[in-house]
């Protein structure tokens, strides 16, 4: 039974550190006149409102978003600030995009999005979201099975340029041992592919042994991490981590600024 909601951590620094890297690549990716392919295994509702009761409670995006744009760390010219922008301006001030709703802002409408999310609740709200997309918008497909099994039956994609983001709740705890050989099975058949996984620092460090089978199966790849204060006491996230594969060119300065700008809090 899947009980993690995205609602209740929509906007933290986590986020804030994923969708800014995100909106940078998906950005980069569609300055060539070429089409994409957006594949996403764990899609989650696609929109959030950070004045709902869930986000409220927990107090993450406060201390997440709403710090990194007090701080200027965005400039409006940003994707990822162009994004929020143009979210709020059509679904309010309190309107927070998740990463499919990010995606589908970005791409065109030549693209092509392929998505799964296993949570009913949250499929149905990521397919309404998707649904009410003003034209022209790129095509999608929402998938209601899991994630991995999409994305390995579907890569290569088609188009074959593109990038496939890997978010999981790592609920089940034996999420951590299938991603490595997950992400080294798509990369053998999508050598092309921009791979981003994302991980969080939590106290104890799980994600540790994860990261060096990562690091054995795809040594080319670069991992970003980025730190942050509890967003409230006792709170186990300590961090952000990315894993990405083929990354474009010039992300590796956009990372360094986030890294200067992270190590401020
Ligand atoms: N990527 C989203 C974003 O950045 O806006 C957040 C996704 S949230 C961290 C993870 C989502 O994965 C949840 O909505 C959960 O219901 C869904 N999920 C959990 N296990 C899954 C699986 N095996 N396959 C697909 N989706 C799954």
């Known amino acids: 039974m899947l009980s993690y909601q995205h609602l209740y951590h929509a906007g933290n620094m986590a986020d804030v550190h994923k969708h800014a890297v995100l909106a940078w690549v998906l950005d980069y990716l569609g300055r060539k006149d070429k089409p994409l392919s957006y594949v996403e295994t764990h899609a989650g509702r696609g929109l959030y409102r950070l004045d709902a009761a869930q986000a409220l409670k927990t107090g993450e995006a406060a201390a997440g978003i709403a710090v990194a744009e007090a701080r200027g760390w965005f400039a409006s010219d940003h994707p990822y600030a162009r994004v929020l922008a143009l979210v709020r301006a059509r679904a309010g001030a309190a309107a927070y995009p998740g990463s ?4 589908a802002t970005l791409l065109r409408p030549g693209d092509r999005m392929q998505l799964a999310e296993l949570h009913p609740a949250e499929r149905a709200g990521l397919e309404a979201t998707l649904a009410a997309l003003p034209a022209p918008h790129p095509r999608w497909r929402v998938a209601a099975e899991d994630g991995l099994a999409m994305a390995r039956a579907l890569v290569p994609p088609e188009p074959r340029r593109g990038l496939m983001l890997v978010d999981p709740s790592y609920e089940v705890k034996a ?3 299938a991603l490595p050989p997950f992400l080294a099975a ?12 994302w991980y969080p620092l939590l106290e104890g460090a799980p994600h540790a042994p994860m990261l060096a089978a990562l690091e ?13 204060p509890p967003a409230r006491p ?3 996230m300590r961090g952000s981590g ?14 360094a600024r986030l890294s200067g700008l992270f190590a401020t809090l």
């Open 100 to 103: 499919p709703l990010l995606a």
């Open 216 to 228: 054995a199966a795809l040594p080319q790849g670069l991992r970003h991490e980025v730190r942050f």
């Open 234 to 236: 006792g709170h186990r």
């Open 186 to 197: 798509v990369h053998r058949r999508w050598g092309v592919g921009v791979l981003m996984l």
């Open 242 to 255: 990315l894993y990405l594969v083929n990354p474009p060119w010039g992300l590796e300065a956009e990372l």
């Open 175 to 177: 999420e951590y041992a």
